[in-house]
Every structure is written in structure tokens, then in C-alpha cells.
């Protein structure tokens, strides 16, 4: 159920596997392989077309990374298309697989290896670095990362990988389901919720509820809103329809704005709705966030003025 996200990520290499195993070029290098490796280990194979021995040895790679579910990346390295970094690391004969851990080569070998070895060389290169667990963290901070460039595919993919190590791992269900969220898909972060253990009970999960809520209130047309608003500041209902717009876009700033902008005229217009909104709203954007911070006070210095 999560292909549709997967594999939209930012980067220009091409990922499969749900992004365990992709293709990297000079350009990506650095980004791929030695930032990847700060996360977990990465192996980098360097290859060519016109080498057997290298399509020999790729096709088990990729078994056997996809095999470790997730303790291991695989990237890729055409030499004659991208013969830098296979310079600086003196590749002298292909195939040549060189492992990174923390930004570093750490070990490496040269030739095809049977499937054993190549198992053993991982199984070396994972060492104690804490099984499913370990990988979590990894991919949580992958995840927190994409999500903070603007990255939604990247994000997505990362805690569909969690999800397929801990089916019930509620920040991965979140995540996840604010990914769809995001990209429009509000049946889909609906479905993604619902794998959530029955009683869950997660800030992240609250969050994402509360904004598939304002989102299902959402809808309207924010230009017309605009306009009547331009015409007369002081219609609170237009406002306050354009803040549930503005919410339902995942914009909780603006919506923010526009409530915090109807209390200051009338704290109690229509039963008080406007705080209730705006409650539901740092609840969606995160109690613990810098829309929610920021509201708090400027409620606090209007309730309180």
C-alpha cells in the first residue's frame, strides 16, 4: 500500500528495493554513500557493463542486502560513466566492493564472492550495531531529515522500511500517514492510522489525527474568502472559513494567524469557535512545535491584555 509515495524522493539516482539498493553517480556520491554511511553501513560496488564477473557478483549483492532488511545499503557505481570517486579510492580492478561506516571506508575486497562470504562480509561489517533496533533509529533520523528538506517520497520510504522491521511502530504509522496526508491522500493516512495497535496512544498520532480532522472541514475556495475579507476585515465568518482552508492545506500557520486574528476582535465570537479551532490546529501542527509556540503566547497576551 505505500508503493504510490516510495521512490519519490529528491534524489536524481535511481532506488529500488525500497531504497536499500540504488544507483549513484559522482555528482551523488557524497550524499549516497558517505553522508548515507553516517546513518548505516554502506556498500558501494563499483562496476561496468562490459564486466562478467561484475554480473555475477551485483545480482547476489542485492540478495543479500535486501536479505538484511535494511541493515545494509547497496549503492551501485558505474566506473565508465563516473570514474571519479573509483580514482580516489584507487580501484585498480573491477568488480570492487568498498564498505562505508561513519563517513568512512572501512573494509572492502575485489572479485566475485560466493553468496557465504558476501554474508559473512556483512554480518562483519554490522557487527553489534543493535539489530532491528538500531535500524529504526537510523531510518527515524533518515525520515526526520527528508521531512525537513521538503523531501516527502524520501521520508515515506524511510518509514515504510521501519514499518516492514515493526509493523506497530507508532511514530513510522505517523509518519507515514502524514506523508499521504501531505501528498492529498487523506484515505490513505486514514488507512495508515488504522494499522496503529487499538488504545495507541503517541503525540505524533494525535497530531496526524487532528489534521486529517481539519482537513476533512477544509475545501473552500481561499481567493473568493480573500475577497469578501478585502471587502469587509471584520466578516469573522469568512475569516475563519479561510483559516479551516488554509489548515486543511496543512498550512497551520496562516490558520493560525487568521483565528488568533478573530479572538483579538471578539474572544467569544460563535461559541467561542475560534479558540476551539485554533486548539485543534497546534494540535495537528504539534503541541510541541514552533506554530503551537508561538500561538500559546500570542493567545496568552490576548486573553490576558
Same mark, same amino acid.
Given at each position: ?10 534524489? &536524481? ?140 517520497? #524520501? ?94 492545506? #496543512? ?34 501542527? #504539534? ?7 508561538? &500561538? ?10
Amino acid at each position: 500500500m505505500f508503493g504510490d509515495l516510495i521512490g519519490k524522493g529528491k534524489s &536524481g539516482a535511481a532506488a529500488t528495493d525500497g531504497g536499500l539498493i540504488k544507483e549513484a553517480t559522482d555528482a551523488s556520491f557524497m550524499a549516497d554513500v558517505v553522508e548515507a554511511s553516517r546513518h548505516q553501513p554502506v556498500l558501494v560496488d563499483f562496476w561496468a557493463p562490459w564486466c562478467g564477473p561484475c554480473r555475477q557478483l551485483t545480482p547476489l549483492l542485492e540478495k543479500v542486502v535486501t536479505a538484511a532488511k535494511g541493515a545494509v545499503k547497496l549503492v551501485k557505481v558505474n566506473v565508465d560513466e563516473n570514474p571519479g570517486y573509483a580514482g580516489q579510492l584507487r580501484v585498480q580492478s573491477i568488480p570492487a566492493v568498498f564498505a562505508f561506516k561513519d563517513g568512512q571506508p572501512v573494509d572492502g575486497f575485489m572479485g566475485a564472492l560466493p553468496e557465504s562470504q558476501l554474508k559473512a562480509f556483512i554480518d562483519r561489517l554490522v557487527g553489534d550495531a543493535g539489530g532491528p533496533s538500531a535500524d529504526v533509529e537510523a531510518l527515524l533520523a533518515q525520515a526526520a531529515e527528508s521531512v525537513a528538506l521538503g523531501d516527502v517520497g #524520501g521520508a515515506a520510504q524511510a518509514y515504510a522500511q521501519i514499518l516492514s522491521l515493526e509493523p506497530e511502530n507508532l511514530k513510522a504509522i505517523a509518519g507515514l500517514a502524514r506523508c499521504y496526508l501531505v501528498n492529498g491522500d487523506a484515505e490513505r493516512a486514514t488507512e495508515v492510522l488504522d494499522m496503529a495497535p487499538a488504545g495507541a496512544n503517541d503525540p505524533d498520532l494525535t497530531a496526524v489525527r487532528a489534521a486529517l480532522a481539519l482537513a476533512a472541514k477544509g475545501g473552500a475556495e481561499t481567493a473568493a474568502l480573500e475577497r469578501r475579507l478585502q471587502a469587509d476585515p471584520s466578516d469573522h465568518q469568512a475569516r475563519f472559513e479561510l483559516a479551516q482552508a488554509r489548515a486543511a492545506q #496543512g498550512d497551520f500557520a496562516a490558520a493560525s494567524d487568521q483565528l488568533l486574528q478573530i479572538i483579538e476582535k471578539d474572544r467569544t465570537w460563535n461559541g467561542d469557535a475560534a479558540r476551539k479551532e485554533l486548539l485543534t490546529v497546534f494540535e495537528a501542527a #504539534g503541541l510541541s512545535s514552533d506554530i503551537a509556540k508561538a &500561538g500559546r503566547r500570542r493567545l496568552s497576551a490576548i486573553l490576558f491584555s
